[in-house]
């Protein structure tokens, strides 16, 4: 089915129309239609026409609305001011397009048939280390991104680029050689537990630690097994396999927790490049993007300088030989460019990592990878901070597990259900509790703007008033309540009622839908989409408190139009919130 126009594109194109034929001078025009407090939409572009061919604004208003004829969209037109249009639709016109979007499975969202492919680089944790606090948002923000990139027809490729190379792996391995009970379990054959493998992690890390510090045989033994595994020597290979392969178990418990879907074959670590780093620093070389400095391979930039004044460059290659992050990010770009064929890279990654990618991208364009048809983006996010305003850290000052953090939401909310549910299992109590739980912590991080610093607070997660995904899901569940109480009551739209303040501002909002995905998908900014969805649920608390759905009954047909309303509403927020990754329980 082909989207749905919104009130407001109708409108645009109405006065879009009456500005031509009013002022053929002015040419295409732009109306700069918004909504507004003072009528549903408000139009001032008219201010900067008459700047422009030096008329009166107030003249050259009136002169517009007088040329657009008659029509069952536009109610009233006022001048108003020094030649602001204030705009009302008719309440036909309202219902008739909510009827026609209701009749779209996709909800009038937009479906962009020509778009391009997205890889995304999100989720990053590293192997044989535990996932803590700090891992949350890129891992929230990147699925949520996912699902609403998908929706509005871009092709999405997910890439979790793990840590899964690097030095350390060194230690752990000549350590495991050297003990080689360290990673069994504890039934042969059983079923791994998340907590299991990354308990088996830890103790190995930390018992590696502590010898590589204390003993330096150990260490120059740890070393050598570094050019081992860089060389690809089969057994320390299979050894370093045995470690992620650990830890995807425990990864991927973490990310089932979440309910977050991901695949192994999305997950492509550093080491998945290693073939490409030498070709990479090369094809640089060659280039002359990049140059040898003190032995290293540089790229240097004019707009990056230390604190001493002298440019700090971009090291592809060290002066030992070994490779960098920037070599492994860059061959990345290679890879998912060439191979993949993506439009645009969208790495959802922390901001205090937004100077490597400002160059890393830099140095991609002038190697000619990225240019007008391919661009890459960084998704900055900002840190998970405590009530007091600090980095989120334990009494002990110790870095928050993740796994701690999502078990105490799920006990909060749990606490939350159970409090109001009047005859749910217990079976039932915990999965409402998980959905809530899971769902408070992501809506969150995605109601605030990734670039901003949050405040992790679980109280104010789980309450039912304010900002919170609890205060969503019960809306939805109040819907669907409703539903269950309307016997032989159908929804059906009726666009010959007269429809009361209230009905008129949830309709106007609902109508918003698509427009709203489409800006969240096209700026990457699903804290939009939870502003209105939380604008949403307000609107609809405030109809349902102002007009009666059920009792006292209504007649036949308000009734119904009601029930429309309702249903609208409840399928939107279940489309809306389930574009964020959040769960909507009918019951609660």
């Known amino acids: 089915m082909a989207s749905v126009p919104s009130l407001a594109s109708t409108v645009q194109q109405r006065l879009a129309e009456g500005l031509s034929a009013a002022l053929p001078e002015a040419g295409s025009a732009d109306p700069l239609l918004r909504r507004s407090d003072r009528a549903d939409f408000q139009a001032n572009g008219i201010l900067a026409l008459a700047k422009r061919l030096k008329g009166n604004p107030r003249e050259l208003a009136t002169k517009v609305v007088e040329s657009i004829p008659a029509n069952d969209v536009l109610q009233e037109i006022e001048v108003s001011g020094p030649g602001f249009l204030n705009i009302t639709v008719s309440d036909a016109a309202i219902v008739e397009t909510l009827a026609a979007r209701a009749a779209d499975a996709r909800l009038g969202v937009?479906?962009?048939?020509?778009?391009?492919?997205?890889?995304?680089?999100?989720?990053?944790?590293?192997?044989?280390?535990?996932?803590?606090?700090?891992?949350?948002?890129?891992?929230?923000?990147?699925?949520?991104?996912?699902?609403?990139?998908?929706?509005?027809?871009?092709?999405?490729?997910?890439?979790h680029h793990i840590g899964d190379w690097g030095t350390q792996f060194g230690m752990l391995i000549q350590y495991l050689i050297e003990h080689p009970h360290e990673l069994d379990?504890?039934?042969?054959?059983?079923?791994?537990?998340?907590?299991?493998?990354?308990?088996?992690l830890n103790r190995l890390y930390k018992a590696s630690r502590a010898l590589f510090d204390a003993d330096e045989e150990f260490k120059?033994?740890?070393?050598?097994?570094?050019?081992?595994?860089?060389?690809?020597?089969e057994e320390t290979l299979a050894l370093w396999q045995r470690f992620v392969d650990e830890s995807k178990i425990y990864f991927y418990s973490v990310f089932d927790k979440l309910d977050m879907d991901i695949r192994d074959p999305d997950v492509v670590g550093e080491s998945g490049y290693n073939d490409m780093l030498l070709e990479t620093c090369r094809i640089l070389e060659e280039s002359g993007v990049a140059v040898r400095s003190e032995g290293a391979l540089c790229v240097f930039f004019d707009d990056v300088k230390g604190p001493d004044g002298n440019p700090v460059p971009l090291i592809v290659q060290k002066s030992d030989g070994g490779f960098g992050y920037?070599?492994?990010?860059?061959?990345?770009?290679?890879?998912?460019?060439?191979?993949?064929?993506?439009?645009?890279?969208?790495?959802?990654?922390?901001?205090?990592?937004?100077?490597?990618?400002?160059?890393?991208?830099?140095?991609?364009?002038?190697?000619?990878?990225l240019n007008d048809e391919v661009k890459a983006v960084q998704l900055a996010f900002g840190t998970?901070?405590?009530?007091?305003?600090?980095?989120?850290?334990?009494?002990?000052?110790?870095?928050?597990?993740?796994?701690?953090?999502?078990?105490?939401?799920?006990?909060?909310?749990?606490?939350?259900?159970?409090?109001?549910?009047?005859?749910?299992?217990?079976?039932?109590?915990?999965?409402r509790g998980a959905q809530v739980g899971i769902g408070a912590v992501k809506y969150a991080d995605l109601s605030t703007s990734a670039a901003r610093d949050y405040k992790f607070d679980l109280d104010q997660m789980v309450s039912l008033n304010g900002d919170t995904s609890v205060y969503l899901q019960y809306a939805y569940a109040r819907i669907k309540s409703i539903f269950g109480k309307a016997g032989d009551r159908t929804p059906l739209a009726h666009p010959e009622l007269e429809l009361a303040p209230s009905e008129r501002a949830l309709g106007l909002h609902l109508?918003?839908?698509?427009?709203?995905?489409?800006?969240?998908?096209?700026?990457?900014?699903?804290?939009?989409?939870?502003?209105?969805?939380?604008?949403?649920?307000?609107?609809?608390?405030?109809?349902?408190?102002?007009?009666?759905?059920?009792?006292?009954?209504?007649?036949?047909?308000?009734?119904?139009?009601?029930?429309?309303?309702?249903?609208?509403?409840?399928r939107t927020l279940h489309q809306g919130m389930a574009l964020l990754g959040i769960r909507t329980p009918e019951r609660l």
């Open 110 to 159: 937009p479906l962009n048939e020509a778009a391009g492919t997205t890889v995304i680089d999100y989720a990053q944790p590293n192997v044989a280390k535990e996932m803590h606090v700090g891992h949350l948002r890129s891992a929230v923000i990147g699925a949520a991104m996912v699902e609403i990139l998908e929706f509005t027809g871009e092709t999405v490729i997910r890439r």
């Open 220 to 233: 120059t033994r740890a070393r050598a097994r570094v050019v081992d595994l860089q060389a690809g020597d």
């Open 511 to 570: 109508d918003q839908f698509g427009e709203t995905v489409a800006e969240a998908a096209a700026e990457y900014a699903p804290h939009k989409l939870a502003a209105y969805l939380y604008q949403l649920a307000s609107l609809y608390t405030t109809f349902y408190d102002q007009c009666p759905v059920i009792k006292p009954e209504p007649p036949k047909e308000i009734a119904e139009n009601r029930l429309f309303l309702c249903d609208l509403t409840a």
């Open 384 to 431: 998970v901070l405590g009530k007091d305003g600090k980095p989120f850290k334990t009494r002990e000052g110790e870095t928050v597990r993740l796994v701690d953090l999502l078990d105490e939401a799920i006990d909060r909310a749990s606490a939350v259900v159970r409090e109001k549910a009047r005859d749910l299992t217990e079976a039932e109590i915990a999965e």
């Open 185 to 200: 379990h504890k039934a042969e054959g059983a079923e791994v537990s998340g907590e299991e493998a990354m308990s088996n």
């Open 326 to 369: 920037a070599a492994t990010d860059l061959s990345a770009i290679r890879d998912r460019v060439g191979s993949l064929k993506a439009s645009t890279l969208l790495y959802v990654v922390d901001a205090r990592q937004s100077l490597h990618f400002k160059m890393v991208f830099e140095t991609a364009r002038r190697a000619g990878w």
